[in-house]
């Protein structure tokens, strides 16, 4: 099989690729040359209905499929996702801007790694028993929904793309998905993998278009029972608004605006390579990247002279080539994050490095690049410290105390993730048990194990992911009693 890419995209319904029923596509831009590289379609109400007939027809026959022959057609997609894990990274980064070998170390591999992850799982699935002496037992069947609709960003398009679909087809759910319409090229392709391992037609859909006319029609759709989001919190308001009166089922992944903790008796090393990832990765277009660096005062000066030497050292451009960072996903976003660049020096702000737009030639002379971006100054009641950027910009905040440490962590509306540098294993737990965050992160980064639960608290989401948390999400959980 061959990962063949047309220009004009097309809908993957009830096994087969068709256009939208309007007729109507939207540009596909690659952000590294500025250039229309493809044209995807812009689906709507009669492609969801129509998507949710092929789904209806096959959850049948695949909600009682054997769990054993379920794994084997999913690690059969996780296996084909390898074998064209080069094909996928280029697609990934024409359509991201992310670099090539960004997109090959993580991005690909992980959407493997969610497949076969999910497929073994639903092996050891196991449902609860629990006895009433010399009277019942009681057990609980764990049964799939139904169909369920799954959204996903554009940061990292088959990574999180493949983080919802497997763990709900594993489950024995039939599933409407839509990636973003900014990074749809992967989700494509995925659906010519899907249909090459045997997957039965109408199990997955997968349906292209904007949030308004495509996405809020999954969320909609009286049929489709369960909603997974990963998107802006602004998004996950809207969905929430429609979905909640219709008693659906809602797992949202919001944004994060996530604090870093440096103390002085950290492992300075490791902190400071690990604190350059954390900052940059990905041009920081990752919810996870702790975009507000917390650091002990008695180190700040010496952290933000080595950080800001580290920094320049990041090369930004082509993503074909050996550069460590990438291009801006898109010309809005592009604009977005300078205009919060520059709202951070009205608010007072000091840029230390960065805080512009970067003219390349060649190939790459009208994409979207931004220097790595370092801000200092700012409180922790400005724009620039509460509002999530997702961007290459952080700021640096100093604090002399653990409880002033915690209280600028959690000065946001914002509780995803946090990462804490400290050897001292007292000052660690504290930091942990207090910090308003569903993750925590104790002297390393996005160090994940796909068993734990993923989410946030407050503005960054409701509800878990991962592990048999998603499992769980999927399913419906019902109680048998059985007197004796």
Same mark, same amino acid.
């Given at each position: 099989?061959?990962?063949?890419?047309?220009?004009?995209?097309?809908?993957?319904?009830? +096994?087969?690729?068709?256009?939208?029923?309007?007729?109507?596509?939207?540009?596909?831009?690659?952000?590294?040359?500025?250039?229309?590289?493809?044209?995807?379609?812009? #689906?709507?109400?009669?492609?969801?209905?129509?998507?949710?007939?092929?789904?209806?027809?096959?959850?049948?026959?695949?909600?009682?499929?054997?769990?054993?022959?379920?794994?084997?057609?999913?690690?059969?997609?996780? $296996?084909?996702? $390898?074998?064209?894990?080069?094909?996928?990274?280029? =697609?990934?980064?024409?359509?991201?801007?992310?670099?090539?070998?960004?997109?090959?170390?993580? $991005?690909?591999?992980?959407?493997?790694?969610? @497949?076969?992850?999910? =497929?073994?799982?639903?092996?050891?699935?196991?449902?609860?028993?629990?006895? !009433?002496?010399?009277?019942?037992?009681?057990?609980?069947?764990?049964?799939?929904?139904?169909?369920?609709?799954?959204?996903?960003?554009?940061?990292?398009?088959?990574?999180?793309?493949?983080?919802?679909?497997?763990?709900?087809?594993?489950?024995?759910?039939?599933?409407?998905?839509?990636?973003?319409?900014?990074?749809?090229v992967t989700a494509f392709l995925l659906g010519k993998i899907c249909k090459?391992?045997?997957?039965?037609?109408?199990?997955?859909?997968?349906?292209?278009?904007?949030?308004?006319?495509?996405?809020?029609?999954?969320?909609?759709?009286?049929?489709?029972?369960?909603?997974?989001? %990963?998107?802006?919190?602004? =998004?996950?308001?809207?969905?929430?608004?429609?979905?909640?009166?219709?008693?659906?089922?809602?797992?949202?992944?919001?944004?994060?605006?996530?604090?870093?903790?440096?103390?002085?008796?950290?492992?300075?090393?490791?902190?400071?390579?690990?604190?350059?990832?954390? #900052?940059?990765?990905?041009?920081?277009?990752?919810?996870?990247? +702790?975009?507000?660096?917390?650091?002990?005062?008695?180190?700040?000066?010496k952290f933000k002279t080595e950080f800001i030497e580290k920094a320049k050292?990041?090369?930004?451009?082509?993503?074909?080539?050996?550069?460590?960072?990438?291009?801006?996903?898109?010309? !809005?976003?592009?604009?977005?994050?300078?205009?919060?660049?520059?709202?951070?020096?009205?608010?007072?702000?000091?840029?230390?490095?960065?805080?512009?737009?970067?003219?390349?030639?060649?190939?790459?002379?009208?994409?979207? @690049?931004?220097?790595?971006?370092?801000?200092?100054g700012l409180g922790p009641q400005c724009k620039t410290n509460t509002e999530?950027?997702?961007?290459?910009?952080?700021?640096?905040?100093?604090?002399?105390?653990?409880?002033?440490?915690?209280?600028?962590?959690?000065?946001?509306?914002?509780?995803?993730?946090?990462?804490?540098? %400290?050897?001292?294993?007292?000052?660690?737990?504290?930091?942990?048990?207090?910090?308003?965050?569903?993750?925590?992160?104790?002297?390393?980064?996005?160090?994940?194990?796909?068993?734990?639960?993923?989410?946030?608290?407050?503005?960054?989401?409701? +509800?878990?992911?991962?592990?048999?948390? =998603?499992?769980?999400?999927?399913?419906?959980?019902?109680?048998?009693?059985?007197?004796?």
């Open positions: 099989m061959q990962l063949t890419l047309p220009f004009h995209l097309e809908n993957f319904i009830g +096994g087969n690729f068709i256009g939208p029923l309007s007729g109507q596509f939207i540009d596909n831009i690659n952000p590294a040359t500025g250039e229309v590289y493809g044209l995807i379609p812009n #689906s709507n109400q009669k492609d969801i209905d129509l998507a949710v007939n092929f789904a209806q027809k096959a959850f049948n026959e695949w909600s009682v499929t054997s769990s054993e022959k379920r794994f084997q057609i999913l690690n059969k997609i996780a $296996d084909l996702i $390898d074998e064209h894990s080069n094909e996928l990274a280029l =697609a990934e980064t024409n359509d991201n801007g992310k670099p090539l070998w960004l997109s090959k170390k993580v $991005d690909i591999y992980r959407a493997a790694a969610n @497949f076969r992850f999910f =497929a073994t799982g639903i092996m050891h699935f196991a449902a609860e028993s629990h006895s !009433m002496e010399n009277k019942a037992v009681n057990y609980t069947l764990r049964q799939p929904i139904g169909i369920v609709g799954c959204i996903s960003p554009w940061n990292l398009p088959l990574y999180l793309f493949t983080w919802k679909i497997a763990p709900a087809l594993a489950a024995g759910n039939c599933v409407i998905a839509k990636p973003s319409e900014v990074t749809p090459e391992a045997g997957l039965p037609d109408g199990v997955l859909n997968i349906v292209h278009g904007n949030g308004p006319s495509c996405g809020e029609a999954i969320v909609n759709h009286p049929t489709i029972k369960a909603i997974s989001f %990963t998107g802006s919190t602004r =998004a996950g308001e809207r969905i929430a608004s429609i979905a909640a009166p219709m008693f659906k089922k809602l797992s949202l992944e919001l944004g994060g605006k996530n604090p870093n903790i440096i103390f002085a008796d950290c492992n300075w090393e490791k902190m400071m390579q690990t604190s350059l990832q954390s #900052s940059f990765a990905n041009q920081g277009q990752i919810c996870l990247c +702790g975009s507000r660096i917390l650091i002990e005062a008695t180190v700040y000066e050292l990041i090369t930004v451009g082509d993503p074909l080539e050996n550069n460590k960072q990438g291009a801006i996903v898109s010309k !809005m976003h592009f604009d977005k994050i300078l205009n919060c660049i520059e709202t951070a020096k009205q608010e007072g702000g000091k840029i230390l490095l960065g805080g512009k737009a970067i003219k390349t030639s060649g190939r790459c002379a009208n994409g979207y @690049f931004i220097e790595p971006t370092i801000i200092e999530e950027i997702f961007g290459p910009v952080v700021t640096l905040q100093p604090f002399n105390t653990l409880e002033e440490a915690l209280q600028l962590a959690n000065a946001t509306n914002y509780g995803l993730a946090a990462t804490v540098w %400290t050897q001292d294993i007292s000052k660690a737990n504290i930091i942990a048990s207090k910090i308003e965050s569903g993750i925590v992160w104790v002297n390393c980064w996005l160090l994940r194990d796909l068993r734990t639960p993923f989410g946030g608290t407050k503005n960054s989401g409701v +509800g878990r992911e991962g592990g048999w948390e =998603a499992l769980k999400f999927f399913t419906e959980a019902k109680n048998v009693c059985i007197e004796f």
